[in-house]
């Protein structure tokens, strides 16, 4: 199975961290959407797409990537790193709604946050992503490909 992570991780790394871990256990491509505008994803079986949470929704270089590139009717996955260990993909999915993608999976985890006001007490989710928080990755992403 070929497998491609599509990732933005602009604030702290955190994403970035989870993304690599990721990749150095299997075989995965790894493409920076800050980077990169414009790739061609119809030779992958997997797809992910991996943000930080930036205002409750996933980097907008991720939606923005994800609605140029994205092939119709591949399987996806997303990978998202916050404060809040929350589900904040409703925004994706509405970019790419009209591609017809399946969703075969969503894992989150903390992220150090230092965003805003959360600067002036340090942050939030400090030592996050964490070494359980990397295995859950792991372990989520070896479902995902049997």
């Known amino acids: 199975m070929k497998s491609v992570i599509v990732t933005a991780s602009v604030h702290h790394g955190n994403t970035r961290k989870v993304v690599d871990a990721i990749a150095n256990e299997f075989e995965v491509d790894i493409i920076d959407a800050t980077q990169v505008k414009e790739k061609d994803l119809s030779g992958y079986d997997l797809i992910g797409f991996a943000s930080g949470v930036y205002g409750f929704n996933l980097h907008q270089s991720i939606i923005n990537f994800a609605s140029v590139n994205l ?14 260990n929350k589900d904040f993909s409703q925004s994706f999915m509405q970019a790419i709604e009209s591609k017809n993608a399946k969703v075969v999976g969503k894992f989150s985890c903390h992220g150090y946050n230092t965003f805003g006001p959360f600067k002036l007490v340090g942050g939030t ?10 295995a859950n990755a792991i372990e989520f992403y070896k479902g995902l490909i049997g």
């Open 71 to 84: 092939p119709a009717y591949k399987n996806i996955f997303i990978l998202t790193t916050s404060a809040m």
């Open 125 to 134: 989710s400090k030592g996050h992503p964490d070494d359980k928080d990397i």
